[in-house]
């Protein structure tokens, strides 16, 4: 039997200093079959890192996004960023529009400086 290779790298969920983790709340708001594409695809991440398009894509200044497609045509993103070999989970929406909206990219932004919202 082959092994399987392992992890290259791990997912970690951002915690705000009120302790709640915003990406882990927003997936548990998920349907139960959108919550396990949406596993998959960072697995596929944590597995294949550096791993590109069209699972995943690079937003600039160290942002990066998890693409999944989730049911009923929708389109899930997971923004994250790099941080000693761990893949810190910044923050989850269902994509409305052709481009990614400044608001979530300014969220996602701010949590990987460590500010507050």
């Known amino acids: 039997m082959a092994l399987r290779p392992g992890k290259k790298i791990f997912a970690d969920f951002y915690r705000l200093d009120s302790g709640r983790q915003p990406v882990r709340d927003w997936l548990l708001r998920l349907k139960r079959d959108d919550r396990q594409i ?4 960072l697995q596929k991440v944590e597995f294949g890192w550096p791993i590109g398009m069209p699972y995943c894509r690079n937003m600039s200044r160290g942002l990066w996004e998890v693409r999944c497609d989730i049911s009923d045509g929708r389109i899930a993103r997971v923004l994250f960023c ?3 070999d761990r893949m810190v989970l910044l923050h ?3 994509k409305k529009t052709r481009k990614t909206p400044k608001k979530d990219i300014d969220i996602a932004l701010k ?7």
């Open 38 to 41: 949406v596993g998959k695809d």
């Open 82 to 84: 790099i941080r000693r």
């Open 92 to 94: 989850g929406f269902i």
């Open 111 to 117: 949590r990987m400086r460590g500010e507050g919202i």
